[in-house]
């Protein structure tokens, strides 16, 4: 995603589905492949400055349409 990078995830049910990060809360999704990225942040309601430089995030592995991240609360 450009600049320091971050971490990336793969939906394993569908390799289309693409997640990506670079630095704060600056989380990505494409649905192609990663052709074209948009935020994956809907509904994270915590100030950008409560995550990480670079922010851990991980796919639930019971749904991987959900991701959890860590900024002060999860």
Do not use: K
Request: no cysteine; net charge negative; proline share 5%.
């Amino acid at each position: 995603m450009g600049g320091d990078g971050g971490f990336v995830a793969v939906d394993p049910t569908n390799t289309s589905t693409l997640y990506a990060e670079y630095t704060g809360l600056s989380l990505q999704r494409s649905i192609n492949g990663g052709n074209d990225f948009s935020s994956a942040t809907t509904g994270i309601t915590e100030p950008s400055y409560g995550f990480l430089f670079i922010t851990p995030y991980v796919m639930d592995p019971n749904n991987s349409q959900r991701l959890w991240i860590g900024g002060r609360y999860l």
